[in-house]
């Protein structure tokens, strides 16, 4: 079992930027992919972003290309998305989850999820 702790959400004007943390409870967390994701009022959580274990690969939603980077501390357990030019639009509820059995972008195929933590942008 995994248990995951985001921290690092709040308040902050269009155009700023705020860094997400991801701190696991497990020590093979360094084999474990892990992705953020996202979730709007009234809408579907939506992926964000994620980072492979074994090559570091990233990908990331279109909507956040250029402005958002994942990285991880695999030594801290941490795993961080990093969100530069934030916009309205990106106000939602972030997740960090591990462990996806299948595709990296669908929320259903990971195994453990955060709590989740309040990103609010203001116009």
């Known amino acids: 079992q995994v248990q995951l702790v985001e921290s690092g959400g709040g308040l902050v004007q269009a155009g700023g930027s705020l860094r997400l943390s991801c701190a696991a409870s497990?020590?093979?967390?360094?084999?474990?992919?892990m992705g953020w994701f996202r979730q709007a009022p009234g809408k579907e959580r939506e992926f964000v972003a994620a980072i492979l274990w074994s090559s570091g690969g990233r990908y990331y939603a279109d909507s956040v290309k250029g402005r958002f980077t994942i990285s991880r501390d695999n030594a801290k357990n941490t795993v961080y998305l990093q969100m530069n030019s934030l916009k309205p639009e990106d106000t939602a509820v972030y997740y960090c989850?591990?462990?996806?059995?299948?595709?990296?972008?669908?929320?259903?195929?990971?195994?453990?999820w955060g709590q989740g933590t309040q990103v609010t942008v203001s116009s």
């Open positions: 497990r020590r093979t967390f360094s084999n474990y992919n």
């Open positions: 989850a591990a462990d996806p059995r299948g595709s990296l972008y669908l929320d259903r195929d990971y195994n453990y």
